[in-house]
Every structure is written in C-alpha cells, then in structure tokens.
C-alpha cells in the first residue's frame, strides 16, 4: 500500500509539473509570442531546469500542441453548432460574428502574437491547422440558406471565410471600430456578396 501511495503521488507531482510548464510556456505566448519564447525562459517561469522541461516536452511541436490544448479549454471558441439552430442566414451570421468578435476581443493578444509568429514557427503549424479546419466548419454552417446559384457559392463562401477571419477583425478594430459597428459592416459585407453571386 504505501508503494502505491507513493507511486500515485509522484504521477500527481509529475502532472503538477507539467501542468506549470505548459501555463509558463502559455503566458510567455501571450506577453512575447510564440518567436521570443525560448526553452530557458520557459523553464525559469515555470521554476524548473531546461531538462524537466524536455523531460516532458521532447520538441517544440509537443510543447505547442499543449500549449494550444491548455489555451482553447480556459478560451472556448463559440460553438457553430448553436448558429445551426438559427433558420435565417443574415440573422445566423450576425449572431456568428457576434460572438466570435467577443471571443476576438478577449482573446486577441494570444491571437495576434500567434498569427505574427506562424510564418517565423513551424511548431505553430499543427494548432494553425486546427484554426483553419474550424474556419471551414464554421463556413459550412454559415454559407447553409443563401440564395445564390451554385456558381456563386465559391464567391459567398469567401466573404463568410474573410468576415470570420481575426485578422480581418484585427484590421477593422483598429480602425476605430467598436464590435457592433464591425459586424455591421461584415454583414453587410457578406449581404452584398450574396446579392451579387445571385445576379
């Protein structure tokens, strides 16, 4: 029994441990980026040396698909299953770009170090992968009710794609506008492009 205890209590001291490093490895993504964060100062955030940290995480792309985990769980993305539930397509994408220009603005420093640093960090290829794949669904769900003809299905598709992008909603917030006024005007955006697919 108490080599039990003691082997239950070093994994609890080892998950403790992992669990540190990913939270120190996750704050410096937020404050420097995923570019300036290095394996030392990951390990002095977190109180541990450099060989804890690749005791646990061998390579970069271990280390960042945790990281990206450990993020998304304390940032869940909206749910695109609950817009499916909203019959009009003008009324379903303002309810999308609502909540997905909230979840940008909580969550755009980690979003805007992330998207600098991808072409500076091929670790960071794996989560971006994720990222696009959710960009896809969400336009899936999105594009459903349009009228348009076949044709120009590519065309809408695109305006949903551009609306839900963050760095479009980076661009336009930093142009002074506030969240109601940019999914005004990405609405309006997509609108137009369906009438203009439908002509």
Same mark, same amino acid.
């Given at each position: 029994?108490?080599?039990? %205890?003691? !082997?239950?209590?070093?994994? *609890? &001291? ?6 540190? $490093?990913?939270? /120190?490895?996750?704050?410096? @993504? ?13 390990? #002095? ?8 940290? %690749?005791? @646990?995480?061998?390579? #970069? &792309? ?7 985990? +450990? ?9 695109? /299953? ?13 309810? /999308?770009?609502? *909540? ?7 969550? +755009?420093? !980690? ?18 992968? *994720?990222? *696009?794949?959710?960009?896809?669904? !969400?336009?899936?769900?999105? $594009? ?17 794609? @551009? /609306? $839900? ?20 005007? !990405? ?13």
């Amino acid at each position: 029994m108490p080599r039990k %205890y003691e !082997m239950s209590r070093r994994a *609890e &001291q080892v998950e403790r441990t992992r669990i540190r $490093i990913t939270e /120190a490895a996750v704050e410096l @993504h937020g404050s420097v980026g995923p570019a300036r964060t290095t394996i030392s100062s990951v390990a #002095e955030r977190a109180g541990v040396d450099r060989l804890t940290v %690749y005791r @646990h995480f061998p390579d #970069e &792309q271990a280390l960042f698909a945790a990281c990206s985990r +450990h993020w998304r769980a304390l940032n869940p993305p909206p749910d695109p /299953a609950r817009w499916a539930a909203i019959g009009d397509p003008a009324a379903r994408l303002a309810q /999308a770009l609502d *909540e997905l220009y909230c979840w940008f603005g909580s969550t +755009h420093p !980690m979003l805007e170090n992330v998207i600098r640093d991808r072409p500076f960090v091929p670790a960071l290829d794996g989560p971006a992968a *994720e990222r *696009e794949a959710f960009g896809e669904a !969400m336009v899936r769900v999105l $594009i459903r009710g349009w009228r348009v003809p076949r044709g120009g299905k590519s065309t809408l598709a695109a305006a949903i794609a @551009h /609306a $839900i992008d963050p760095t479009t909603w980076l661009s336009i917030t930093r142009k002074g506008l506030d969240e109601r006024a940019a999914v005004e005007l !990405m609405s309006t955006f997509v609108g137009a492009a369906a009438r203009s697919s439908s002509r």
